[in-house]
């Protein structure tokens, strides 16, 4: 069995799923930019698909289209680091159910953090069922049947049963506690709110501090909206600052990562930072979470409303108290900045966290 060195499978997974990320951000962006801030709403009229009825030639539909490939992108990026955290732990015969088991905790907003959990569970039980004792016959089905089936259904098992049912009930009552304190200090829910959308980036905390804020807008109050966007805004732009304050502390590729990421958190697409989060949680996830609370807070004790649920930079106009929205945004991205600046480990010169894509073609 393979040496436990976490720390490489995990990179391994980071290096595959930097470009999906990069990709789906940045394609995200351009479609909020020239689109607008309510592009997902132009939708062309549904047909036999969704896409049956689409004008390319309309720019409102054609940058719709563009926010679908961001869309479908962005929900492969956890799938993408799970496949590669699998294939680091157990070669080829692991990708196939890492995909599928790290798309399903995309789908039931485990997050990157279900998604990571799982591809070590995935990864060394794959390796268990290398050790079988089988029939010369069987052998030859184990790469390409035996254990992607067996994996993916065990391992798939396993994490709707343990890991994605208890975190659906916590992240009820998380939601629940969250929207009980709209009766309080204005700072401490846009606090909450903000700390939760800097702390799993696109995960279950982020998505149930994301519908609380949601909720609450539906009742027509639009504070912890505001804490809501910016709140999530704020880590991209946080470790964009720090590569700034610190930068012989960042390797090239996190460097050109975090430049990638500053745009698509000004798009309010925090995902940007999920390389961060997955290659280093305890010292960047802390970092990210004070300067969005910090953010967040501040944004509501001012008074700063959204009715837009989304949109970044293209909404704060929109915004009641615009201009605090932006002070708001600057202070908790320094915040985040300066923290892991403080606290991070320095990369080892002249070597990159990435491993070589290499040809990936089974041979049957």
Partial sequence: MKKLNFKKHMMTGISYMIPMIVAGGILGALAKGFGGWEVGNYAPEAGATIFSNLNCFDWKQFWWMISKLSDYAMSFGVAVMTAGVCYSIAERPGIV??????????????????????????????????????????????????????????CGVAFFAIVAKPMAI??????????????????????????????????????????????LGADGIYGPMSAKIIGGMTPPCGVFVSTLLTPKKFSLTEKETAKTAFPMGLCFITEGVLPFAAADPARFIPASMIGSALAGGLAVAMGVESVAGHGGIFVFPMMTNWMWAVIALIVGSVATGVIYSAIKKPSEEGQEDEEEIVDLDINL
Avoid: E, H, R
Avoid at 185 to 194: E, W
């Fill in 97 to 154: 159910p890492g995909f599928i088991i790290g798309y399903a905790a995309n789908q039931s907003k485990a997050g990157f953090l279900g998604g990571l959990l799982m591809a070590f569970v995935i990864g060394y039980f794959i390796q268990w069922m290398k050790t079988w004792k089988l029939p010369k016959w069987m052998v030859g089905l184990m790469p390409v049947m035996i254990i992607p089936v067996i994996a993916t259904f065990v």
């Fill in 170 to 215: 916590a992240m009820n009552a998380l939601q629940g506690w969250i929207m009980s304190l709209n009766g309080g200090s204005k700072f401490i829910i846009g606090a909450v709110i903000g700390a939760g959308m800097g702390f799993d980036m696109g995960g279950p905390v982020n998505k149930t501090a994301s519908m609380a804020a949601n909720a």
